[in-house]
């Protein structure tokens, strides 16, 4: 079967035909695409969320927790930051008969999957974040290479409501990744094994079905100056893109002020042992993952529907905000379910048109995949400072001061609400 054959079997424009034009995508490489997108992300926010907290527990005295893993975050998101548009530039100019994006997907999770047994049988916490820059950076190398097959294979007038599955998927991990270490709490190596050879597998039944035509020519070399440029694009040339790109940079930094501390959080405010907060966050996840899903898919199909963007993604942010504020008066473990609630709601919202919004808005549409590793530098460089933004805030008052930290995050949610207005291109 040739390239071209298969291209057209998955739904995908052939050559020289821009994906707004092109027919909506077959089922199978939507089904592939949801299987991919939910691999990923398990074999990457499962360490996140709980194995990385709970190896940190195990190395580390516990006045040092808070601090090591503010230094093991920050040191991965670093990676994370720069991985993204640099082999998101090498997958829009990987010339090869496996296509520009199969390669990285493959290797990428490959790498994941090697950092992440490092970090497993680490008995220090330099060793841990090695293998967390490790895991990071080859996790964005796979990263960078899916978001662009999006924009490579969905027409214009169904971006929405694949976002809003996309975020389905994206949250669906971090909920099936928090049942599956509820399992493994006592087993280090499994704890970080388990979810990435699962995630590994759907990535690879994706990259199966992926019509990925490979470069008629190889591109010219390039020098240093172009590398550099891969980390740029001008916000004055191109307005709507950056202030699509400080809307979610503001939104994530929101978002990674708290959940870099959910477990700690949990033990801290509500007393719980270790157990007690692992089983209290994996209901709260869930419960926050189905809202999120539920919202994601609702806000993606209204999206494509009345053809706006910009009105979900200020509405998810007030939301959230909300929610950041309903969890810094919880006291009860029953608040702080009803402030997933209002959590998953938002962040579903804004994970039903995120995607769709910034492809409207790249600079380059026919190289996707490096300007959307700068897009997706919003998402990882506020790993960066949120982790230690976040214990500066807690160890306000005495060290445990999860309020003021809350009440940070819904405020900076307000200004990612504010951020997105000025976009003209989309509505």
């Known amino acids: ?6 291209r057209r079997d998955a739904g995908a424009p052939p050559p020289g035909e821009s994906p707004a034009s092109a027919q909506a995508p077959r089922p199978r490489l939507v089904v592939g695409m949801a299987a991919g997108q939910l691999g990923l992300f398990l074999a990457l926010l499962t360490p996140i969320l709980v194995s990385l907290q709970l190896k940190v527990q195990s190395i580390v005295p516990e006045d040092d927790q808070v601090t090591s893993l503010g230094i093991i975050t920050m040191t991965g998101s670093v ?5 993204n548009p640099f082999f998101g530039r090498l997958s829009d100019r990987t010339a090869g008969r496996f296509g520009r994006r199969r390669p990285w997907l493959v290797l990428g999770m490959l790498g994941l999957l090697i950092g992440l047994m490092i970090i497993a049988t680490a008995s220090s916490v330099a060793v841990v974040a090695v293998g967390f820059v490790i895991a990071s950076a080859s996790a964005n190398a796979a990263l960078a290479a899916f ?11 169904k971006r929405g409501r694949i976002s ?25 190596l499994l704890l970080f094994l388990v979810p990435s050879l699962i995630g590994i597998l759907l990535v690879i039944g994706y990259v199966l079905v992926l019509p990925d035509r490979p470069l008629e020519h190889k591109p010219p070399r390039e020098g240093f100056k172009a590398v550099l440029r891969t980390y740029w694009v001008s916000p004055r040339q191109h307005p709507d893109f950056a202030w699509a790109w400080l809307s979610r940079f503001l939104l994530t930094l929101a978002n990674w002020m ?13 007393r719980l042992t270790t157990a007690e907060a692992t089983e209290t966050l994996a209901t709260g996840v869930l419960i926050y993952g189905l809202c999120v899903m539920s919202s ?13 963007r910009k009105p979900f993604i200020a509405a998810a942010a007030v939301l959230f905000g909300v929610g950041m504020l309903i969890l810094s008066r919880s006291d009860t473990v029953g608040l702080f379910y009803c402030a997933e609630i209002v959590l998953g709601l938002g962040f579903g919202t804004y994970l039903g048109v995120d995607l769709a919004l910034v492809i409207d808005v790249l600079p380059d549409p026919k190289n996707p995949s490096k300007d959307l590793g700068i897009f997706n530098i919003a998402m990882s460089a506020p790993q960066i400072f949120a982790p230690a933004l976040g214990a500066l805030l807690i160890s306000l008052g005495g060290g445990h001061n999860y309020s003021i930290l809350l009440i940070t995050s819904s405020l900076v949610c307000l200004g990612g609400a504010l951020a997105i207005l000025p976009v003209r291109k989309v509505r």
């Open 1 to 6: 079967m040739t390239t071209d054959t298969l």
């Open 79 to 83: 990676a994370a930051m720069l991985a």
């Open 147 to 157: 978001v662009a097959t999006v924009a490579d294979n969905v027409p214009e007038h």
């Open 164 to 188: 809003g599955l996309l975020g389905i998927m994206q949250n669906l991990a971090p909920t099936a990744g928090t049942w599956i270490a509820k399992c493994f709490t006592d087993q280090m």
């Open 258 to 270: 708290f959940t870099t501390f959910r477990l700690i959080y949990l033990q801290h405010e509500m």
């Open 296 to 308: 994601a898919q609702a806000a993606g199909w209204l999206s494509d529907r009345c053809g706006r």
